[in-house]
């Protein structure tokens, strides 16, 4: 299981437009470095034995159950992930596993088999890159501009494990700062409590 130290907050239209003019480079900021900038498609199916969050939660459910399948322009691929999730000063931590899967709709076939129903599904346009302050250029982090279910937001996230979580939190803070976005109205809800499943 690898660990991963997430920030997710909601952004205006302004924010967006405005963040999206940085990272496809049509506006130049100094403070950050951009690698890897990819548009990706993702449609995420999760499955679970409860009807509600509350029965999830009560009887020990893993946090994630879920198939995704992302379109990043040269082909799709759908992947398999199990999560679990714990939330720390309203900073969220995963543990995960994910497995590429060949045929999604065995997998479907195999949870409407096993009583599993399709809890929600989440569509997610994104724009994707790598992200260094100059200033830190050891420290990068992957980045997501979003439009989840319409609902624009930044997630940005370190996989690695070769730093204390304080200083991935603050790292992860900084960046979001020279963004022009205010760490501290980060959204630790789960989408589906977002997007109110």
């Not at 198939?67 to 398999?80: P, V, Y």
């Amino acid at each position: 299981m690898s660990r991963e130290i997430e920030l997710k907050v909601p952004l205006t239209c302004e924010q967006f437009d405005q963040i999206e003019k940085i990272l496809t480079q049509k506006e130049q900021l100094s403070s950050i470095r951009i690698r890897g900038l990819s548009h990706i498609l993702k449609s995420d199916e999760y499955f679970s034995r409860y009807h509600t969050h509350e029965e999830r939660i009560k009887n020990n459910e893993l946090r994630v159950i879920r198939l995704r399948t992302e379109n990043d322009g040269k082909g799709e691929k759908s992947f398999f992930c199990i999560k679990r999730k714990t939330i720390e000063n309203d900073v969220e931590f995963n543990s995960e596993k994910e497995t590429f899967v060949e045929d999604a709709d065995v997998l479907r076939d195999f949870f409407e088999a096993s009583g599993f129903i399709k809890w929600f599904e989440k569509k997610k346009d994104s724009i994707s890159v790598y992200v260094t302050l100059s200033e830190k250029p050891d420290f990068e982090a992957h980045l997501e501009l979003e439009k989840v279910n319409s609902l624009p937001y930044v997630e940005i996230e370190y996989t690695k494990e070769d730093l204390p979580a304080d200083q991935v939190r603050a790292g992860l803070e900084q960046i979001l700062l020279a963004l022009g976005v205010d760490p501290k109205k980060r959204d630790s809800r789960s989408w589906a409590e977002i997007l109110e499943c």
